[in-house]
């Protein structure tokens, strides 16, 4: 499945806030000047075809009391798999990444983010996956935000 | 309204929402909830902060953006309030933020770009080196991705 013209524009306007509405789909069909039915089986589709990861609310971990932080190792090639694994085992861990310098080389090569109901229990977590793997986590926490938005311009 | 509601609210929908065409009637019929209450919190939860955006996460690689490169910044105490901004004006950077320093670790402002090519995305870092007369940053790929999920409570 490609996306249409159509699939495009719903998606670009989907990425914000559905109407909260008794028919929200009825709302946006009005806006898009598309059919209702039209943009419910389009989403079901985008969803299906795995182009919409989930249409849902985007949770604000730290505001629902959660601790989140932003984490990198520094981990030889020949153990990254299995450290790689070790943080996928927790269920508060959303991104995990194998990164490398272009313009510069940095030893930094694990980066993963991950939130715990609480700061003790994300330090707790921490320090886990160092006694497990032997090597370092270097927390880095935000401490300013300018910008959360994960918004994408679709062409 | 209790805390817990909200919490059990999120839970029911956090995988994703009915596509039905009444959507908020259908999750109030699942939790015992009246739709008045289900939309009333909802719109609680956005205004207090607690959930951000009731959207579509986008599978961005699928949709054909590619590239992400994380950039971090070296960028002098005083001049983050000025610099942050200007990075963060950037459509294609999705998450600016600062974050601590350490010995050996100087890069203090985080940018993650996304584009559909690296050029793009470069381009986006030439016009922030451009804006700010920044010139100490390390653009880090993403080489594997190990997991990728939503935030879930």
């Known amino acids: ?155 | 309204m209790t805390e817990d509601l909200d919490i059990k609210l999120i839970k029911h929908i956090q995988d994703g929402i009915p596509l039905t065409k009444t959507p908020y009637k259908d999750m109030a019929d699942g939790l015992g909830m009246s739709e008045e209450e289900v939309i009333g919190r909802l719109k609680a939860l956005l205004k207090n902060g607690k959930i951000r955006r009731l959207a579509a996460s986008i599978a961005h690689r699928k949709i054909g953006i590619n590239s992400n490169a994380m950039t971090v910044w070296k960028v002098p105490g005083e001049r983050v309030d000025e610099c942050g901004p200007i990075m963060a004006a950037f459509e294609e950077v999705t998450h600016c933020y600062e974050r601590p320093t350490f010995p050996g670790w100087e890069y203090n402002v985080f940018t993650m770009i996304h584009g559909y090519t690296d050029e793009e995305c470069e381009n986006v870092i030439e016009s922030i080196k451009q804006k700010t007369g920044l010139n100490d940053y390390v653009m880090l790929y993403s080489e594997r991705e190990f997991k990728k999920v939503g935030v879930r409570i």
């Open chain 1, 1 to 155: 499945m490609a996306l249409s013209e159509i699939d495009r524009k719903i998606l670009q306007r989907l990425q914000t806030n559905l109407p909260l509405t008794h028919r929200p789909f009825l709302d946006l069909a009005k806006e898009l000047e598309l059919d209702e039915d039209l943009i419910i089986e389009r989403v079901k589709s985008m969803v299906e075809g795995k182009y919409v990861r989930r249409l849902a609310p985007i949770i604000n971990t730290q505001a629902v009391g959660n601790s989140a932080t932003l984490a990198a190792m520094q981990v030889p090639e020949d153990r990254i798999d299995d450290v790689a694994e070790v943080i996928n085992g927790y269920s508060g861990v959303s991104h995990n990444y194998l990164r490398k310098g272009k313009n510069k080389e940095l030893p930094l090569n694990i980066w993963f983010t991950m939130s715990a109901p609480s700061q003790e229990k994300l330090e707790e977590n921490i320090k886990e996956i160092e006694d497990s793997t032997g090597f370092k986590v270097r927390m880095l926490p935000t401490t300013k935000k300018f910008k959360i938005g994960v918004k994408f311009k679709i062409y």
